[in-house]
């Protein structure tokens, strides 16, 4: 949380030797423990701000590309949310096929163009990578919305803070985190690993269909930091212990064999019986959209965390604009 000096900055003019002026937000990989520190301090501030006189004029004149090669509610929609309650505007490209995407302009062109008009782009690309090419073309600040199976960092900022905010701050470290489903394609998983490996004394289960495990390669980047992580394909043994539950959906989308995701898509279901077991005092979170792995019958459990947790998105977006765009 930043101290009272730090947020005396919020209000101020655009700082161009501000650490994250002008920064592209890519992978989790490139944060340090210090820095989500700061960025969940700023967001704190957002949420009071928010929450206090709504919307205020922090980035006024300053304008968002928002551009999405898929479908998207959450990031799209909060991202714009965010740009407008700090008073800046939004070009929106929901749907590329209605730009010259659809005429076969590529990638780096579409982003030199937008970055034309405006000051920061969002993107979510199929492709793993497409958010590191898209930055390597852009003079100005890229920001990954998901690129294919690879990342969502900011999915994962926003799911720490939940955590910090919902169990309370410093709470992460000592934790055991179960994440649920799909572990192969759910690119929100392989940032929040990663992310979560910053902390102290966390523990990793992973519980999944065969097909659907957790790539060796994010595996590997934990174990050389030492941190315990189990695999497992029911999630009995593991609940009674877990204080994140983090379910996923089948990335139905991703999947060359439809028969393979027949096969696996209803394999977990959250619903008050399986929860029974779980601890009073812990929380499920989900990135959402749900397709029937969390029972609707669960949705008013106190542990029910997951719609409470796309409002943290709209603090941390908000946080991550104003700092690239030199106001934090
Ligand atoms: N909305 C998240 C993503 O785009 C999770 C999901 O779609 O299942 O990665
Ligand atoms: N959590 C998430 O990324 O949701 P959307 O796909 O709706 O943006």
Redesign the pocket.
Known sequence: MPTNSQSAHLPFGENKNAEWYGKDIISVKQFSRKDLEYIFGVAHEMRGMVERVGTFDLLKGKILANLFYE??????SSFTAAMERLGGSVIPINEVKYSSVSKGESLPDTIRTLECYADVIVLRHPETGSAAIAAKAAKKPVINA?DGVGE?PT?ALLDIFTIYEELGAGQVDGMTVTMLGDLKYGR?VHSLTRLLSMFTNIKLNYVSPEILKMPKEVMDEIAEKNIPQAEFNTLEKVLPETDVLYVTRVQKERFEDPADYENVKGAYVIDPEIMKSAKKEMIVMH???RVGEISTDFDDDPRAAYFRQMEYGLYVRMALLAMVLGKA
């Open positions: 479908p998207s509610t959450r990031t799209s998901g969502h999915q929100t990135p959402l959209p």
